[in-house]
């Protein structure tokens, strides 16, 4: 990098600081952040560990608080849940509290919460979160709580998620995958009857135009979903469940953060390889998703007993673990279908699809998560030009629109809510984090 780009980074960068720290302060809720105001008022799992990788730069104190509001609402079983509901905020959310019924079951927490789960990214945020002060998470005792909570919830995912036994966790709702409506799950979700009669007026489309949200046809599908696994006392072992899908990206975060529960216990003075070698088992077990032909990862229909053969973004979360598919996984990132460097930022599915949208919600645009998972990746495989034209694009994308939800990959027009917080967290952690993020 030239001395004069490297100058108009750091400005850029500087200027894409003082917003996010702006952003993450407006959407503070005492002990937890908001992805957003108005579109999502209570507090997401897979979202608070994004952002507290932000957050451990301005104050790791509140890193850890962000992080440890998420693990109380553990529920006994050791799931930790997707949703923990504000029951102070006027803003409405289907499916909310009134819908899940969630404690009224037994074994859950006294704090409303959703049934179902989001990606497992959360003892890496806790290792990233530790690192950020050492000193302080020993004084507060921040790891070890965390590292009993998280034990839990990983015994929850390998005893109760691996419904295909084949050492891979699947999910029973396309949003526990937290890339709702991807055209990869469309297959999977046609038979799925459709309950049109659950959905209440939507009050999404308040905040967000609807071609940037999933239709109505997808939210019954959705409802009927949920409203089952509720009604069977969110049991994972309903045998005859309508939806259960291997998904490359949820499984590739588990095992990043099995390799982070074995650096907490090597930290805490106990024995790391029992993780290390679960990262390793998960690892070997992403293979059964591998799609030669595709250059990529893909998901699995259990039910259908199928792969299904969509590019996502998805597929490509394994280029944080390394091994022996990167060169084809870079390959694919490089070639058409999703032009790393020629368009922006990393788009959410196959550019070259014929049903790809720009605009629709994980249906095409580019996500400030993903991209810095990518970028995050190549930084760890030594391609820093990559990388830093990632984190450029990201700051820039930032700056130009106040924090955007996504954007067009092709255009880069905004699209979603704005001010959203895993978009500053993460484009802030891009700017500040020094040496290696991946665990």
């Given at each position: 990098?030239?001395?004069?780009?490297?100058d108009?980074?750091s400005?850029?960068?500087?200027?894409?600081?003082?917003?996010?720290?702006?952003?993450?302060?407006?959407?503070?809720?005492?002990?937890?952040?908001?992805?957003a105001r108005?579109?999502?008022?209570?507090?997401w799992?897979?979202?608070?560990?994004?952002?507290?990788?932000?957050?451990?730069?301005?104050?790791p104190?509140?890193?850890?608080?962000?992080?440890?509001?998420?693990?109380?609402?553990?529920?006994?079983?050791?799931?930790l849940?997707?949703?923990?509901?504000?029951?102070?905020?006027t803003?409405?959310?289907?499916?909310g509290?009134?819908?899940?019924?969630?404690?009224?079951?037994?074994?859950?927490?006294?704090?409303?919460?959703?049934?179902?789960?989001?990606?497992?990214?959360?003892?890496?945020?806790?290792?990233?979160?530790?690192?950020?002060?050492?000193?302080?998470s020993?004084?507060?005792?921040?790891?070890?709580q965390?590292?009993?909570?998280?034990?839990?919830?990983?015994?929850?995912?390998r005893?109760?998620?691996?419904?295909?036994?084949?050492?891979?966790?699947?999910?029973?709702?396309?949003?526990?995958?937290?890339?709702?409506?991807?055209?990869?799950?469309?297959?999977?979700?046609?038979?799925?009857?459709?309950?049109?009669?659950v959905?209440?007026?939507?009050?999404?489309?308040?905040?967000?135009?609807?071609s940037?949200?999933?239709?109505?046809n997808?939210?019954?599908?959705?409802?009927?979903?949920?409203?089952?696994?509720?009604?069977?006392?969110?049991?994972?072992?309903?045998?005859?469940?309508?939806?259960?899908?291997?998904?490359?990206?949820?499984?590739?975060?588990?095992?990043?953060?099995?390799?982070a529960?074995?650096?907490?216990?090597?930290?805490?003075?106990?024995?790391?390889?029992?993780?290390?070698?679960?990262?390793?088992?998960?690892?070997?077990?992403?293979?059964?998703?591998?799609?030669?032909?595709?250059?990529?990862?893909?998901?699995?229909?259990?039910?259908?007993?199928?792969?299904?053969?969509?590019?996502?973004?998805?597929?490509?979360?394994?280029?944080?673990?390394?091994?022996?598919?990167?060169?084809?996984?870079?390959?694919?990132?490089?070639?058409?279908?999703?032009?790393?460097?020629?368009?922006?930022?990393?788009?959410?599915?196959?550019?070259?699809?014929?049903?790809v949208?720009?605009?629709?919600?994980?249906?095409?645009?580019?996500w400030?998560?993903?991209?810095?998972?990518?970028?995050?990746?190549?930084?760890?495989?030594?391609?820093?030009?990559?990388?830093?034209?990632?984190?450029?694009?990201?700051?820039?994308?930032?700056?130009?629109?106040?924090?955007?939800?996504?954007?067009?990959?092709?255009?880069?027009?905004?699209?979603?809510?704005?001010?959203?917080?895993?978009?500053?967290?993460?484009?802030?952690?891009?700017e500040?984090?020094?040496?290696?993020?991946?665990?």
């Open positions: 990098m030239s001395a004069d780009s490297a108009t980074r400005a850029a960068g500087q200027r894409a600081g003082e917003r996010a720290t702006e952003v993450l302060r407006a959407n503070w809720r005492g002990d937890h952040t908001v992805p108005g579109l999502y008022p209570h507090q799992s897979w979202d608070s560990a994004f952002i507290a990788f932000g957050l451990r730069h301005l104050d104190a509140r890193a850890q608080q962000e992080l440890l509001s998420l693990l109380r609402a553990q529920w006994d079983d050791g799931r849940p997707q949703i923990v509901f504000n029951t102070a905020t803003e409405t959310y289907f499916p509290p009134q819908f899940w019924r969630s404690t009224q079951l037994p074994g859950t927490p006294d704090l409303p919460t959703a049934g179902l789960i989001q990606p497992p990214n959360h003892a890496w945020a806790v290792w990233a979160v530790h690192e950020a002060d050492p000193a302080l020993q004084r507060s005792g921040f790891l070890r965390a590292y009993t909570a998280l034990l839990r919830w990983h015994e929850y995912l005893n109760r998620r691996d419904r295909g036994g084949r050492g891979l966790i699947c999910a029973v709702h396309p949003w526990e995958t937290g890339m709702d409506n991807s055209p990869a799950w469309d297959e999977p979700l046609a038979p799925v009857p459709r309950a049109h009669d959905v209440p007026e939507r009050p999404d489309l308040r905040h967000a135009d609807p940037e949200r999933p239709s109505d997808e939210y019954a599908h959705y409802a009927y979903l949920a409203a089952r696994y509720r009604d069977h006392d969110c049991d994972d072992l309903d045998a005859g469940f309508p939806f259960l899908v291997e998904d490359a990206g949820m499984n590739a975060l588990w095992a990043i953060s099995e390799r529960l074995a650096r907490i216990a090597d930290a805490l003075g106990l024995d790391p390889d029992p993780h290390l070698e679960a990262a390793r088992a998960i690892e070997k077990s992403l293979e059964h998703l591998w799609d030669g032909d595709l250059g990529v990862y893909v998901g699995h229909d259990l039910v259908a007993g199928r792969n299904l053969r969509r590019v996502t973004v998805g597929g490509m979360l394994p280029l944080m673990l390394g091994g022996p598919r990167t060169g084809h996984l870079l390959e694919t990132l490089r070639g058409p279908r999703f032009r790393l460097g020629e368009v922006t930022m990393v788009p959410s599915y196959d550019l070259t699809a014929d049903d949208d720009g605009a629709a919600y994980w249906r095409g645009p580019s400030f998560n993903t991209t810095w998972m990518v970028m995050r990746a190549l930084e760890q495989l030594g391609e820093a030009g990559l990388a830093d034209g990632l984190r450029r694009q990201m700051v820039t994308q930032a700056l130009q629109h106040d924090f955007p939800e996504y954007v067009d990959p092709w255009t880069g027009e905004p699209h979603g809510t704005r001010s959203f917080s895993w978009t500053a967290a993460l484009v802030l952690d891009a500040l984090a020094s040496g290696p993020v991946l665990p």
